[in-house]
């Protein structure tokens, strides 16, 4: 600016002195009429700058840290490290447990991880029992390709739904296996199935009546096609079944109005009834979708099935997370990743809905088997009927040195007091050393109202508000969820990773809690804070003395 302000000033004499001439006024009048003006534009100019510096903290509060906003301090720690001259000394490949991604989004475009000994060419190059996975995988799709999965429902559902046909009809006092029938009432209470299920007898119960009323109808000869509510309530008809049908249906007809047709009412009613007929039906014969993936869902070793398509409806959700860890920053270089040197490994595991046990465990054991040293899952659930199946999966990715980063839900539950899967605990019930679970927190550096939390189940909290990354198309939009304050300490944890290649999961994990910022709330997590990236690699350079 103030070269600026010396180059205008010699453009100023140079060319206004003629001017100052001819409207007979001094160049010191003339100078101080331009001072004005330039001072206006001063200020215009540094509203401006501060406006857009707003906007560029506005996009990546949570990588930052000052007085009014509480990030994780990951460009601190870059620089940090850079001025220490510590250069990484691994390339980090995360695994994404997710929805899918868009593959067309440049700002990840060039993070994806390639896995370098395969060729897409349809055989499986690198003999790893996954034909042509450049990428990664999709656990939720046909091997053709013709079906990927999308929408699963909740896994209260699901499970209500294997055991209705089993139940639906049984007398409690004739069960045998009380406690299988004692979870099946909890799964139809959960699933929110009850009432729907009590309403379709009710429905079915005015059914019964409409036929009755059109039976009667037929017997009298009175024409139904142009016969309205009021016509019906003042037929002479003397018939109990009449009368007791009537004052079964006085609702229906009372909010169809006196001057509407019987006809009409009869018909919308007879439709919903169908839908709900439907839909009762299909809780006993419609087959579960994932079954079409073609392997067996007990069967932990049965892992080879899917196809290559990571790219389907509903991958915004994934495409989202793998830009907070290591978005390009191509169109905007303040949504750059937490860690964007990282290299990202999509695994299509998780549907609109609950997630499948089976498919969690495929897909860590993909990911700790190609290579990835750190593993998000943005997922969880409250119900899992093969906790076992994922846990020994875990324990798995433990013995090969993996850490696995979770997101806590968004449910503003205690999760110490409430089953919250996977668990991420050994037959003895201690939680595994490589495993984190996140919370979210806000630019205030306070609990987000709709984070979960635990003082024994949650072990960090980081950014998980107003959170800006890269969706479908090439766009950017904001989210929040604890969805996305884990992919934020995943990124942190890849980081560390890279810089100290020597330090175990485990002692990764123990740094993230060590070092946090401590929150004003108490008992809300293990550590009692919020993820500090710099605090972090401090501690990383003076973890072993």
């Known amino acids: 600016m103030r070269y600026c302000l010396l180059l205008y000033n010699i453009v100023f004499l140079r060319e206004n002195v003629a001017y100052c001439f001819v409207k007979r006024v001094t160049i010191k009048q003339r100078y101080m009429k331009r001072l004005k003006l330039l001072a206006c534009l001063f200020v215009y100019l540094s509203v401006s700058n501060i406006s857009v510096a ?28 850079k001025t220490e001259k510590r250069p990484p000394r691994k390339q980090i490949i995360v695994g994404i447990i997710d929805s899918g991604i868009d593959t067309t989004v440049v700002d990840l475009q ?13 055989k499986d190059n690198d003999k790893n029992g996954y034909t042509d996975d450049i990428h990664g995988w999709n656990f939720l799709g046909t091997k ?19 055991l209705f046909p089993k139940y639906k009809d049984m007398d409690s006092a004739s069960v045998k296996d009380v406690s299988e029938y004692a979870y099946y009432e909890k799964m139809k209470k959960k699933a929110g199935i009850v009432n729907y299920i009590k309403f379709f007898g ?38 109990e079944k009449w009368n007791k049908a009537c004052e079964t249906l006085f609702v229906d007809m009372y909010k169809g109005g006196k001057d509407a047709l019987w006809k009409k009412i009869r018909d919308t009613h007879r439709s919903q009834f169908n839908l709900m007929k439907k839909r009762i039906d299909g809780i006993e014969h419609d087959a579960d979708k994932r079954l079409l993936m073609g392997d067996d869902m007990t069967d932990p070793k049965d892992r080879f099935y899917g196809n290559t398509i990571l790219q389907v409806e509903g991958c915004d959700h994934g495409t989202f997370v793998a830009g907070v860890i290591a978005g390009q920053g191509v169109g905007d270089v303040a949504v750059t990743g937490v860690y964007p040197e990282a290299k990202l490994m999509i695994l299509r595991a998780v549907p609109d809905g609950d997630e499948y046990d089976k498919d969690i ?55 110490d007091d409430v089953a919250y899967f996977p668990s991420a605990k050994d037959k003895s019930g201690a ?49 929040q969820g604890t969805s996305i304050a884990a992919p934020v300490v995943t990124a942190v944890a890849a980081m560390l990773r890279a810089y100290f290649p020597k330090l175990k999961a485990a002692q990764v994990k123990d740094i993230l809690i060590k070092s946090v910022r401590p929150m004003q709330e108490e008992g809300l997590c293990t550590s009692g804070g919020i993820v500090d990236a710099l605090q972090a690699v401090k501690l990383a350079m003076e973890y072993k003395k």
């Open 110 to 122: 060039s993070a994806l991880w390639t896995n370098r000994k395969e060729k897409q060419d349809g």
């Open 144 to 162: 053709d390709g013709t079906f990927n999965m999308t929408s699963a429902g909740t896994e209260e559902y699901r499970e209500f739904k294997r």
């Open 202 to 239: 009710y429905t079915a119960m005015k059914d019964a009546a409409y036929h009755v009323v059109d039976s009667v109808l037929q017997v009298t000869g009175v024409s139904v096609d142009t016969l309205t509510v009021n016509g019906l309530a003042h037929l002479s008809i003397d018939n």
């Open 54 to 81: 707003q906007d560029s903290f506005s996009l990546k509060w949570h990588k930052m840290y000052n007085d009014t906003l509480q990030g994780v301090r990951s460009e601190d720690a870059l620089h940090f490290l």
């Open 361 to 415: 465990a495929t897909a860590i054991r993909y990911a700790v088997d190609n290579g990835a040293k750190v593993i998000n899952m943005s997922l969880g659930k409250y119900t899992s009927p093969n906790a076992e199946m994922v846990n020994e999966a875990i324990a798995y990715a433990a013995k090969k040195d993996v850490l696995l980063v979770q997101a806590a839900g968004n449910n503003k539950k205690d999760i």
């Open 431 to 479: 939680i595994f050393s490589n495993y984190l679970r996140v919370g979210a927190s806000d630019k205030l550096g306070k609990m987000c109202s709709f984070s979960n939390y635990g003082q024994k189940e949650v072990d960090v909290f980081a950014p998980g508000e107003d959170i800006t990354s890269v969706t479908l198309g090439n766009e950017y939009m904001k989210s």
